[in-house]
């Protein structure tokens, strides 16, 4: 217990910082811990979802500099061009992105995530999340993210952690 108070207060403190952060499509991760997106703006429709993550690879070894792309329906259910971006990992294979809880279209809610490296293979995944009516018994709901709420200078946040492992 701990260990998980200890991991939602190390993302609440990196979403107070993304909070802040320009909201720019690709942001460096030159001189931070972690690479930072923020796709969100203010009275976008939906809850506000910051999630973070560690890309590593199979022998558990952080892997710096590896692409993530986003994409991903608005608030409301939308595909829209916003709710694209990408960014690299920083020197500990960490990154953090905000955005907004996917709406329900058609499917289970999900964030589409490519990701690439010249020394691994491509991976590309989804992010779902546990409480999804469409999810329950289906093949993913065994790697849902699991979301915890907190307030962060008075907003309403939901934070979740998405860790990826690559392949030679």
């Known amino acids: 217990m701990?260990?998980?108070?200890?991991a939602i207060a190390l993302l609440a403190a990196l979403a107070a910082a993304l909070l802040y952060v320009p909201t720019?499509?690709?942001l460096s991760?030159?001189?931070?811990?972690s690479a930072k997106l923020d796709m969100w703006r203010p009275g976008d429709p939906g809850q506000r979802l910051l999630m973070r993550g560690r890309v590593s690879s199979d022998t558990g070894q952080p892997v710096a500099n590896a692409t993530l792309y986003f994409r991903q329906a608005d608030g409301a259910g939308t595909y829209t061009e916003q709710y694209q971006g990408s960014l690299q990992t920083g020197a500990d294979g960490s990154y953090v992105f905000g955005t907004a809880l996917p709406g329900q279209y058609s499917s289970t809610k999900h964030i589409h995530v490519v990701v690439t490296h010249d020394d691994y293979s491509d991976v590309h995944t989804e992010i779902r999340f546990k409480g999804d009516p469409n999810l329950e018994g289906g093949a993913y709901d065994?790697?849902?993210v699991v979301t915890e709420e907190a307030t962060?200078?008075?907003a309403r946040v939901l934070l979740g952690e998405f860790n990826i492992v690559l392949q030679r």
């Open 152 to 154: 962060i200078d008075g």
């Open 2 to 6: 701990l260990r998980k108070r200890g």
């Open 24 to 26: 720019t499509s690709t």
């Open 29 to 33: 991760a030159a001189g931070s811990d």
């Open 142 to 144: 065994d790697n849902a």
